[in-house]
């Protein structure tokens, strides 16, 4: 697996949507899967640049996140390939 | 000249209801409908639909309630249903039914309608909620900028629901068709692909039932290279584009961004635009609802297990307990029916044809009906409710560790009612592998129909712990399902294993129709695949206990046990002897297995009339010296493990075709053995 | 930590220490009715209730731990004894419904049965008080609604 986290050029941390703290706002900065999977979350509403309030993480099993007033369940694979960086 | 008036053909007006799942589609579709409602078939696709209708007017208003779906940029089943049918069929109104709540996500669906120019309205459900969340809605605006009427409406007011009839009812008579929002412009700076497409498509002439179409809008279809689009072209155009597609490719620069994906960043800022202008949100909502703290509890990982358990095991108690009156009450009505056919008819073949065969039959699958009625009640009320979500939330970790998500839940706890039910809900399973194995693994988790096997033995055998000998068995099923599921995933179906992606609907008390409606559904398929497959089963059943190798044995030999061992279900019987040699099972137990195939049900009665005795009290003291505790186990884990009934061969076969059926009745057949043998052996050198 | 209102679905904001002390009588009514159903349900050999009760408590207990308060209850701990009210509910309205379904297919079969006492009058006792402490958050919203209290 790539390095879990990394700086962007503006200098913010960015890492995997699996290891967000819930609670915290974030914004999606890299999908990192395969066609099929991206256009599945882009379905949903899940795309670059979309905010997501992440509601539980519990470090195991899947995550719940809300993103554009609805609430969506990620497996963690599929978190692990979602890249975010935290909103203030 | 008529002594009959002449019916008049009523205008036929054709309406389709579309939107994102979980908007409300139903209560509105069920309010329009009413009692007219049946089961859409969509040609080629085996995802369901509705349609009913409603007259007013001298015009009769056919509604079709299409799955619901977010949107056309993947190649889903629900989307494929939804395109076809808005492209093929003459459409005079098309609905679109817009969740008020999440406004954002639901009019990427409503850009992408404007696209096939039809009559449009634009319902907006939940509009009572948004007021509570301090949400303001521009409906004018919205109106305008989408060129067509927009109705807010809460779906469970029905005063609502009658005013939006009436609308309809109004409006067809001249209806808007949208504006043009997705602007050619914007569309063709997305990529070099998609101008070089529009270009080409722009000059040539258009199939007829794509002409409506605007043309950004069918660029981008032709681009993403659907199918449903594409067949309207002929050969040579579709070449054309192909290449024109191709060379475009040689062009692009960078890794390829697919066009659908440009496309729903292009869709999903156009709606930041319009929210901007329509939308604004007064309260920052930072309290949380009874629901919401409800949710913590539901999808803590301690506490949402055991509330999931103990939800889990009052829906089997309801399902087992509170549907015995009706199955008895059904049986006693049978057996009268039966009683009265031999009453008034003669002695004769045809007669025993009749109540022996085929009203048995028939018999058979009613008296499950109830159990299977109260089960789906319980699973629907689950789903409906979105309950079912949080538990997929909670398991899926376990779930994952066999190598399944928690999608599969919900057809595994079906299969424990009818594995017909179970195999065909597999259909919601996007992840083909998983689909396969949950469809394979299935018949482990013991019908209804195995029941009565398991209680007739476990009394006769160990009257004092029955029940707990079936609880036994019942989770012996469940881990050998647990150990197929990971033995799979390491062997015929390894790779990367698919993740969780579903939307979490709020938790709401679904309305009665839609409930009552769902379980008709489960209970018509059932009905209709294992019914007709049970039915023939116990005719042949019949026909082979009243004819063996030395003629026709008549139909006295049901009720003499003399004559019935002349007959071929015996003879089969015996010949298979030797492979169950070391179980040492008599030749009744293995007919009563073979004929397990036809319908588990069938089991009991077999053995009933094999040993002579219709009453199961009778039968207990004749089984009890027949097979030892360690027999009687390992008999009903064969009953448990091996090739699940004909009806459900049937539903494999139609979900996964010839090749996954075989291997399920050959699998079934070797563990079954496998593991009885195994039993017999262990229990041979434990005692 | 501060006190946050809870919203309900007629967006009334439940005073927070109302709740407090309906929720006490919840607390204190499902214990009591819990302990007491466990034990009969083992001292009968019926496991399958044992364990249901069993489940309940765990439930409960984990609910009271959540607490971050010293006292017994608060706001964290209010979902979880409202969904084990829930289930104690549903266990009693389907073990009723399943003991007349007996009664009644015995009936059917033939098997003379009399009419047990289906329910004892001190559990029609707590049932009542569940429902109406399940209840009373709702309907202390509706009055507030109807005064116009915001």
């Known amino acids: 697996m790539r390095s879990s986290t990394s700086r962007t050029s503006g200098g913010d941390w960015v890492y995997p949507l699996s290891v967000a703290v819930p609670g915290k706002k974030y914004i999606i900065v890299a999908i990192q899967a395969r066609n099929h999977a991206v256009k599945r979350l882009a379905q949903l509403g ?38 975010v960086q935290p909103l203030n | 000249m008529g002594l009959f008036p002449e019916k008049k053909t009523l205008e036929k007006i054709k309406i389709a209801l579309i939107g994102n799942p979980n908007v409300g589609k139903t209560a509105i579709f069920n309010y329009l409908t009413k009692s007219s409602q049946k089961v859409a078939n969509f040609p080629g696709i085996t995802v369901k639909g509705k349609s009913g209708f409603f007259t007013a007017k001298n015009k009769k208003f056919i509604v079709t309630d299409l799955p619901g779906t977010y949107g056309f940029g993947t190649d889903s089943p629900e989307e494929k249903v939804a395109k076809k049918f808005l492209l093929d069929e003459d459409l005079n109104l098309i609905i679109n039914v817009v969740d008020a709540t999440k406004l954002e996500r639901n009019l990427i669906l409503t850009l992408q309608l404007t696209g096939f120019k039809k009559p449009m309205i634009i319902v907006l459900t939940f509009a009572d909620k948004i007021e509570e969340e301090g949400i303001d809605i521009n409906y004018e605006e919205l109106s305008k900028i989408f060129g067509v009427p927009v109705i807010p409406i809460s779906a469970l007011h029905k005063h609502d629901l009658e005013h939006l009839k009436q609308f309809i009812i109004q409006y067809i008579q001249s209806p808007l068709i949208p504006e043009t929002i997705l602007k050619a412009d914007e569309i063709l700076d997305l990529s070099p692909k998609i101008k070089a497409l529009y270009l080409y498509l722009k000059n040539i002439s258009i199939p007829k039932k794509l002409k409506n179409l605007s043309l950004e809008w069918l660029t981008f279809l032709v681009a993403t290279n659907d199918e449903v689009v594409l067949e309207h072209f002929d050969r040579e155009t579709r070449e054309q584009i192909n290449s024109i597609l191709q060379e475009t490719d040689m062009h692009l620069e960078n890794e390829e961004v697919p066009v659908s994906l440009l496309f729903i960043n292009y869709l999903y800022e156009k709606v930041q635009e319009i929210i901007k202008k329509v939308y604004s949100n007064k309260e920052e909502v930072n309290t949380k609802t009874i629901m919401e703290l409800i949710d ?183 881990m050998l399902a ?120 069938v089991v009991v009665g077999t053995l009933a009339v094999l040993y ?58 070797v563990t079954a053995w496998f593991l009885s043998f195994l039993i017999i052996t262990i229990g041979g050198l434990l005692l | ?46 496991m399958a209730s044992t364990v249901f009760y069993l489940i309940i408590l765990v439930i409960l207990f984990i609910g009271f731990k959540k607490s971050d308060r010293l006292s017994v209850i608060s706001e964290q701990s209010i979902p979880y004894y409202l969904v084990a009210n829930v289930l104690v509910l549903l266990y009693i309205v389907v073990s009723f419904l399943s003991k007349i379904a007996l009664f009644i297919d015995q009936w059917l079969n033939g098997i003379p049965t009399s009419f047990q006492f289906l329910v004892y009058p001190i559990d029609i006792f707590f049932f009542s008080g569940l429902i109406i402490a399940l209840f009373l958050p709702l309907i202390y919203n509706q009055s507030k609604k109807q005064l116009g209290v915001k």
């Open chain 2, 296 to 478: 913590e509890v539901l999808l803590d990982p301690i506490v949402g297990l055991l509330v999931f358990s103990a939800v889990i095991w009052l829906t089997f108690k309801l399902t087992f307990d509170v549907s015995q009156p009706f199955s008895t009450l059904i049986e006693i009505m049978i057996n009268q029916v039966i009683a009265m056919i031999h009453h008034y008819l003669p002695q004769n073949v045809f007669t025993s044809f009749l109540s022996d065969g085929l009203i048995s039959g028939i018999g058979f699958i009613l008296t499950f009906l109830p159990q299977l009625a109260f089960l789906f009640f319980g699973i629907t009320l689950l789903e409906q409710t979105g309950y079912l979500t949080r538990v997929v939330f909670v398991t899926d970790r376990f779930l994952n560790k066999l190598g399944i998500t928690g999608k599969s839940l919900a057809p595994l706890l079906l299969g424990f009612g009818c594995n017909v039910s179970g195999v065909l809900a597999t259909k919601t399973i996007p992840d083909e592998k998983e689909r396969i194995i949950t469809i394979l693994v299935n018949p482990f988790m013991s019908c209804s129909a195995r029941l009565p096997v398991y209680v007739l033995i476990s009394s006769a055998l160990f009257p004092q712990i029955a029940s707990l000998v079936i609880t036994g068995i019942y989770l012996g099923g469940i």
């Open chain 1, 46 to 83: 899940l795309l670059k640049n979309t905010p997501v309030f992440v509601i539980k993480n519990l470090g195991r099993g899947p995550i719940l996140v809300e993103a554009r007033n609805s609430k969506i369940v990620l497996g963690r694979g599929l978190a692990n390939k979602i890249i």
């Open chain 3, 1 to 46: 930590m501060n006190s946050t209102n809870l919203k309900s679905k007629n967006n009334c904001s439940i005073n927070y220490y109302v709740l407090l002390e309906m929720m006490i009588i919840v607390f204190t009514l499902i214990i009591y009715f819990s302990i007491n159903s466990f034990s009969q349900s083992f001292l009968t050999g019926d």
């Open chain 2, 612 to 669: 002579g005795h219709g009453n199961m009290a009778q039968l207990v003291p004749i089984l009890s010296s027949v097979m030892s505790p360690v027999q009687g186990i390992a008999y009903m884990v064969f009953v448990l493990t091996y090739t699940p009934c004909i009806a459900t061969v049937f539903a494999i076969k139609e979900e996964l075709g010839i090749k996954w059926t075989i291997f399920s009745i050959i699998n079934g057949l």
């Open chain 2, 482 to 601: 647990a150990f197929m599921i990971w033995v799979y995933r390491k062997t015929l179906f390894r790779g990367e294993q698919s993740s969780l992606l579903i939307e979490m609907p709020e938790l709401t008390l679904p309305p009665t129709s839609s409930i009552f409606y769902q379980i008709y559904l489960y209970l018509k398929d059932f009905t209709l695949h294992a019914g007709f497959g049970i039915t023939i089963g116990v005719v042949i059943i019949w026909v082979l206990s009243i004819t063996g190798p030395s003629g026709y044995l008549g139909p006295d030999a049901l009720n003499n046990q003399a004559l019935i061992q002349q007959s071929w279900v015996y003879k089969i019987g015996q010949l298979l002897e030797t492979i169950f040699k070391p179980m040492g099972w008599e030749t009744p137990l293995i007919v009563a297995l073979i004929l397990g195939f036809i319908a588990k049900e």
